[in-house]
């Protein structure tokens, strides 16, 4: 109202100075419009100040996190941004009156604003939410990004749409017909992200991935752990600390390796050989069974196996003065069952999952006999270094049993023969 007042006395003084009623009309109405513009303003921070300040100090007595997340994401500050533009649209038909035409103008100004700072405001909301989300359990397991992604996404179309149909003066369902012309076009620039969405359902629904797996993924060079899942992307940091970016849709499509089956097992598997050399393989002289029986580990499976084969032996009147007659034992065999022991007796090994110690196919390296067990440690390093225990012992007691692990000469054998050409 003190406006309108302002607006009479400077029109009264405009035309007492001589100015025509038209232009003195007009310089008023311009006047009020700039004023009530500054007013706005000056309004504007002065309630953002207050407010927001308000909201602050509740926010810190407050225990809840939902409030917190809105504050980060500046929801609060964005919604006051709404302020301006609805004073203005209010304001702005009393200012200008004497230009119609421009007051037309900045009306849809004022909606074209109002649309943006409601989208804007959405997109922090919703951000709000991710965060939010991301504090429950479930956010492990089922990951809303790429939902909400898709949903800024149809935000933002119709913002679009609806801001066309006010620049052309069109109803929205008019543009929204028009559009199955483009709809190829449309299809074409969002082919990703609707891959991404059909492909992020697919993820969701059979819980193929998680942020926090560890895949292997070779045609894209990914092996690490995934830190992101987005509606057109899936970000994987590898060992190396490198960031490998794989679209969402490939983890449907083509096949990768998820770690997460073992990490639940609460083992890791432990599977390597050791090449016997099959030229250190007989059977054990009388000699041999006494020395291994001071061996703690192997002495009840060769006191037990000793009276299997002489029972079998006695029974189907074998002559033991040939060794291939009957059943012997074999330094091999007891090296085997020294293996599965020792294997037994380690704690770091479990007893209750998969457990085989076994002979692969012979072939022109030698005999491969292969440990095939679980770790009850998963963590990459000290995996490691229980499997090199293993095997440091393991090397280091194949010789106890008269055998030799196979290994393809070297230059410093070679010298050893004396062969003429080599030094």
């Excluded at 096949?255 to 393989?281: H, L």
């Excluded at 009388?286 to 002489?310: G, N």
Aim: hydrophobic share 45%; glycine share 6%; aromatic share 10%.
């Amino acid at each position: 109202m003190m406006l309108l007042q302002i607006g009479v006395h400077l029109k009264d003084w405009l035309t007492g100075q001589g100015i025509s009623e038209n232009l003195a009309a007009g310089i008023r109405d311009v006047t009020d419009f700039a004023i009530s513009f500054l007013l706005i303003i000056v309004l504007y921070y002065l309630l953002k100040y207050v407010v927001i300040g308000i909201i602050r100090r509740i926010i810190r007595r407050s225990g809840n996190t939902w409030d917190d997340a809105l504050y980060h994401n500046r929801f609060f500050n964005k919604a006051l941004l709404f302020v301006p533009g609805v004073l203005l649209g209010f304001v702005a038909p009393y200012t200008l009156t004497e230009f119609p035409d421009l007051l037309a103008n900045i009306l849809k100004l004022t909606q074209i604003y109002l649309v943006f700072i409601s989208i804007i405001t959405a997109n922090a909301f919703l951000n709000a939410v991710y965060e939010i989300y991301q504090g429950f359990e479930i956010s492990k397991a089922k990951p809303i990004k790429g939902y909400l992604q898709v949903f800024k996404i149809i935000l933002f179309v119709i913002a679009i749409i609806i801001v066309i149909s006010m620049l052309l003066n069109k109803s929205p369902v008019y543009l929204l017909g028009g559009l199955g012309a483009f709809s190829a076009v449309l299809l074409l620039i969002f082919r990703d992200p609707i891959l991404g969405l059909v492909a992020g359902i697919q993820i969701s629904a059979n819980d193929m991935v998680r942020p926090g797996d560890w895949i292997v993924m070779n045609k894209s060079g990914a092996d690490g752990v995934v830190t992101d899942i987005s509606l057109t992307t899936v970000k994987v940091q590898n060992w190396d600390r490198t960031i490998t970016t794989i679209p969402t849709y490939s983890l449907v499509s083509e096949s990768f390796v998820n770690w997460r089956g073992m990490e639940e097992s609460g083992g890791r598997r432990i599977k390597r050989s050791i090449n016997i050399d099959m030229n250190s393989v007989r059977f054990c002289s009388q000699e041999m069974i006494d020395r291994f029986m001071h061996i703690q580990l192997v002495k009840p499976y060769i006191i037990s196996k000793e009276k299997e084969l002489a029972d079998y032996n006695a029974a189907n009147s074998i002559d033991n003065s040939v060794l291939v007659n009957g059943r012997r034992q074999t330094n091999l065999g007891i090296f085997r069952a020294y293996l599965s022991a020792y294997l037994k007796n380690n704690p770091d090994i479990r007893q209750d999952m998969t457990f085989l110690v076994r002979q692969l196919q012979p072939g022109e390296s030698g005999i491969p006999m292969e440990i095939y067990v679980f770790s009850k440690v998963q963590e990459w390093a000290k995996y490691e270094d229980i499997q090199s225990d293993i095997f440091d012992h393991v090397l280091a007691a194949i010789p106890e049993f008269d055998l030799q692990v196979f290994q393809n000469p070297s230059g410093a054998d070679l010298r050893k023969l004396g062969l003429p050409g080599i030094r």
